[in-house]
DNA sequence: CTGAAAGCGCTAACAA
DNA sequence: TTGTTAGCGCTTTCAG
């Protein structure tokens, strides 16, 4: 690999003349940026990010910390994290943890503010403590769609309104005549998304009816949990008319459930989900769920992200997200008459 | 950020004394060794990568570019692919695409060499030009799973036998008595995955069973492309009994519409896959495919790409994955009466 | 066992 | 407009 000094040589010039027209200062004459081009050229030069890195003290690359790429909505918000990274000439720099919040810790130790001018983490495990730890450090950190708000002023994060997203699947199946309701809430690394349940609840509550907890399965954030979750439901409570899922992946694993007892959807029992993953829209029945807009969720993100780092005093540091919208497809229908 | 000098001055030793305890070259008294960890963990000093990389000349970065993250099968690749990049002490860079070959080259040019010790392609339709172009730098390049294998035997690359993966799925077809059937090829960024349907059909001729043009639908490598080819196939062909789909992400695609239409699988029409993503083995029906053996394929790729960073002689620079093997699940039956 | 010093490849004042 | 000169934070001989 060439370097600047060989270009520079060769050019007849000085490094900082090179440095310069590389990025185009326009402090250099036509000429030499001539030659200096073409000696670029004829060397194969590239620039060399780490130097750049350590001499500008800024890598221009932001971490993205994940519990589990293989969970579809991830991969959704990375591709959308990494387009506006781009766009706004940063590397995206995805960590997959594996579920494993010592994985999580470990990449957040080594990277923050070395690797990368900043982190965005997603639902990883880590914990506040561990977040404030590294604030001394000045790489900005922000979290993005906590369920949990307890994280304080003091660190930027990006809010979702889950309990709203509930409130909507509640007022849903409310409206199509559901009485007897289940519900699947997913388990994951943050602890149980007991803000969408509590949505929910609290919208059915409006309508008079209840939901004890015997109705309500916790298991685990995945195709497999949302499967034998259902068959736990169907075999203790076969007289429900429709689930709740607190995601759109175990609302796909309830639909194979259902299909393998040949229970119809929705004619026999409604099926509702929360987030709006490609896959809602992929699978027969397509899905009805509330939509949490995903890719707005990760714009803002990475957006907040990239202006902490660019303005360490930027305001807010804190952003909500617009409220989740409902979007009706095949998998509600009104109640089954007996 | 804690440096290292600051570090150092705080225990009363030099940069060069803290740097041997940092990454314990026996050669520090344990007095001392004891004195800089206190200083360190009073600092809460981490050491700067990008200097680290840069005085050693080496990242421990390696980038993974790939076409299109949300793809599934990319997210089970980058998942092994991280886990073994981690315990070789590596991080790995996943970087998309977008299926746009220019930010694959603009990815390559950038950052191999410079930010990433080396790099593992995926399907992402970078040229054999470009790729040799790159080899000028001493950073590896390897590309997996390549379909063709005109990449000449000076590139390091990882070859899957997709034709031995066609030839196992029309043997299947044929076992189970199917003689008309149809063909949905994928048109990834590499060109059509022309070597699956060659041992499809090269299968099917040794069976005397013949793959006219006419049964053949070549569409984009998504759930949307294999469904349109699906009705496509059904209303020109509405005699097949097996439809034979180049990987799993379109036989899902088929699935859905065949449902749509009410026809059962497998006792109206068989479905068989390649690849074995997670999805074929959670839908439903579930889907008889040919595994190619992701984790295999990931895991050889990046110890491929590692054992070349590490050692620039290594040999072979070309490896194969074994065979794939043929998974029966749901999706494929005996071919129907009528 | 520890320190001094050079240098990785680049940027950024400041001079000329 | 270009060259000089310091670093960025770390590793790594080579002396001491």
Same sequence: chains 1, 2.
């Avoid at 060989?6 to 090179?18: N, P, Q």
């Avoid at 899905?287 to 303005?311: M, P, Y």
């Amino acid at each position: 690999m060439a370097t600047l000094s060989e270009v520079a040589r060769l050019a007849g010039v000085t490094t900082a003349t090179v440095s310069n027209v590389l990025r185009n200062t326009q402090k250099v004459k036509p000429a030499t940026v001539q030659k200096v081009q073409e000696a670029i050229a004829a060397t194969g030069y590239r620039p060399n990010l780490m130097a750049r890195a350590l001499a500008e003290g800024k890598s221009s690359m932001v971490a993205l910390v994940l519990p589990d790429i293989n969970n579809p909505f991830y991969p959704e918000f990375v591709r959308v994290a990494e387009r506006v990274a781009r766009h706004r000439n940063y590397f995206l720099m995805v960590c997959n943890t594996d579920e494993r919040p010592d994985i999580g810790r470990a990449y957040l130790h080594q990277i923050a503010g070395t690797l990368a001018d900043g982190v965005l983490v997603l639902h990883t495990g880590i914990s506040a403590d561990d977040i404030n730890e590294l604030k001394t450090r000045r790489s900005p950190i922000v979290l993005a769609s906590e369920e949990k708000v307890d994280l304080g002023d003091n660190i930027p994060h990006v809010v979702v309104n889950f309990h709203r997203a509930g409130e909507i699947a509640g007022q849903h199946l409310l409206a199509l005549g559901h009485t007897r309701i289940g519900a699947i809430v997913g388990c994951g690394l943050e602890g149980m998304q007991v803000g969408r349940l509590d949505g929910f609840r609290s919208a059915l509550e409006v309508g008079g009816v209840a939901l004890p907890d015997a109705v309500i399965r916790n298991v685990s954030d995945t195709v497999a949990g949302g499967h034998d979750a259902a068959v736990s439901l169907l075999e203790q409570h076969p007289d429900i008319t429709a689930i709740f899922c607190t995601n759109d992946l175990m609302a796909y694993g309830a639909s194979q459930a259902l299909a393998d007892q040949g229970i119809r959807i929705p004619q026999d029992i409604s099926l509702i989900g929360v987030t709006d993953i490609q896959m809602a829209r992929d699978m027969r029945p397509a899905l009805t769920t509330v939509a949490l807009g995903i890719e707005q969720v990760a714009t803002l993100s990475i957006n907040l992200l990239l202006d902490l780092i660019e303005n360490p005093a930027h305001q807010p540091t804190i952003v909500r997200v617009p409220d989740p919208v409902l979007v009706v497809r095949s998998s509600t229908g009104p109640v089954r008459s007996i």
